[in-house]
């Protein structure tokens, strides 16, 4: 077999290693991957899961130029340790198990190879691997994968994907709540999130008599849904991990461990069977959410209150019977507890805490949001575009007011999209809002402002920052004139023509200062409005219509919205003029 020349240099200088053996040449499969058959061997004692000598399967990848060492199923190691993914079996096919090290992650675990970045060129890469291979089986053996002060790992367990996902919310009081709780039992609902693929939000915690317990918070739309699963739940005061660190892979060695903590696992599947049947509906599989304090860094003390989850939980129904036993209540109660003692796979669901921060973690622990309540007047383009940041970014208890219906020709520009046509720009928006992020709790205002309707204008005055994406002088004057009722942070974002550039008014007053605002505007000499570069839209009553890209908006919407921040941040009279140079810089300017 033909090896490629980088690959052969590779197993040539692996020869005469003093850790490394080559047991195997490379070998090519038939998805193109080349796999590379080795032996370790530890420069430290054994331990009880990683022996002397250890066999692997160095795994490349030439379509993504990626390397992946994984444990043979002939002399590999078996158990799962921290940084490593679940190890798995995994396909009769496959010669090596599922459980590779987490060779290339930055830990300090792996001390002064830490500081080294996973090299480019192919034979670096691969020793780079077998290196770190060589630390992690060393540093696993000597029991210190797990270095205090290093974020924790949760462990992983059989069955678990991507998705399905369960999603939950907690926080400090959470942990207060759920610690008093240990050891106690009872029910959960969970609401699929709408057109989601097999996500889920656990909405609602009840005691074992069915009594409401613990409300979850989440956005409009979550908080809307129709419980469509149902879940056991056992409060712990511990994370449930078998050594070195894996979930139970059984119902038998998740019920040994349970015993451990003070929970008869059969036990408490006999009485949920019990409460279950005498319910209108008892059929069907339940999920089981297993809860326990945890601390997101190794060595320090518990910060929140995490949910695993167990998914194709049997509860025996009204019908269940089993052969040789009569078809009554105690046989039930027999299947049930029958079922913590049995040897078969336990499916694991990935869960997530989807606290507003957690979930908005990407954006760094520097963009964490006030909490204040906004309302955004204009839902066209620069409007949509603004909400949308602002939702995403973490500002999620929002007003949306708008009169116009959105047609087609907007949609060059709008953040809706065709679904939308010919419905309310405001309640559109605000509908599409709601399904961007979980805690999202956005309502729409079919209205112009100022609104006629007594109602709508009192919850109007309820937000305590108004921002105005109109783009009209006469909404400027009435802002100025609305009984506001107590001081507001007001923000004014208006595209100039062409959209060559935003003008950016802010304040915090009881009431909005339109003559400074607009006087100060007119100091930038900001080009002129000219007929000339309008275009024309439709067939008939000729009308100009606002010539910009989206590319434009979305730009000036990013703009906004930092400028919107700022406000909120650090409120005070301030007017800026961003403009866009023809090379697409953009330039900054104070009134």
Known sequence: MFV??????????????SRITVLRPWTRLADSRWTLYICARLSVPECGTIPKETNWYLVFDPASVSVTVFPSKVGGITATHQHQSFNDEGPAALPWRLGNPC???????????AWAGEPKAIDEKIWWHLERLLVWI???????????????ELPSGPGQTSFPVVGFTSSVDDLQFWQAMNGQWGWADLARLPRSVASY???????????????LKWGRLIAA?????????????????????????????????????????GEVLVRAGADRRHRTKDSGPVMMLLGFPLSYTIGQPPFRYHWLAIDGVEIADRRAKKNGFRANENTRQFIDRSRASLNSNLKWLRT?????????ARAGPQNVMPSKRVLVIGAGSLGSAVCENLVRMGLTEMGVLDAD??????????????????HNKALALASALNLIMPDANVTGFASS??????EIAEQVRSFDVIVDCSGSDVVLDALSMFDWGDEKTFVSLAMTWKAEGLLVFTASEISFPTVDAKESFADFGVPPASLDDARIEGIGCWHPVFPADASDVRLWGAIGSKAILKAIRSPQRRCEYFRQGVDGTVERQDA
């Not at 915690?205 to 009594?211: A, L, V």
């Not at 805490?353 to 908005?360: A, L, V």
């Not at 402002?449 to 007594?454: A, C, G, H, L, V």
């Open 4 to 17: 490629p020349e980088v690959l052969q240099n590779v197993a040539d200088s692996v020869v005469g290693h």
């Open 103 to 113: 060779l290339n992650r930055q830990a300090a675990a792996f001390a002064r190879v």
């Open 138 to 152: 060393d540093t696993g053996a000597s029991d210190k994968l797990a270095v205090l002060g290093e974020p924790l």
């Open 201 to 215: 939000g656990i909405t609602a915690f009840h005691s074992k008599s069915q009594k409401s317990i613990r409300e």
């Open 225 to 265: 849904q129709e419980s469509s699963a149902t879940a056991l739940w056992i409060a712990l005061d511990r994370l449930p991990v078998v050594e070195p660190w894996e979930l139970p892979r059984t119902w038998v060695a998740l019920s040994s461990y349970l015993e451990t903590v003070g929970v008869d696992l």
């Open 352 to 360: 997530v805490n989807w606290e507003p921060e957690e979930i908005r």
């Open 405 to 422: 219906l959105l047609d087609v020709g907007n949609l060059t520009r709008h953040a809706l999209g065709m679904d939308a046509v010919g």
């Open 449 to 454: 402002f100022p609104p006629t309707d007594t």
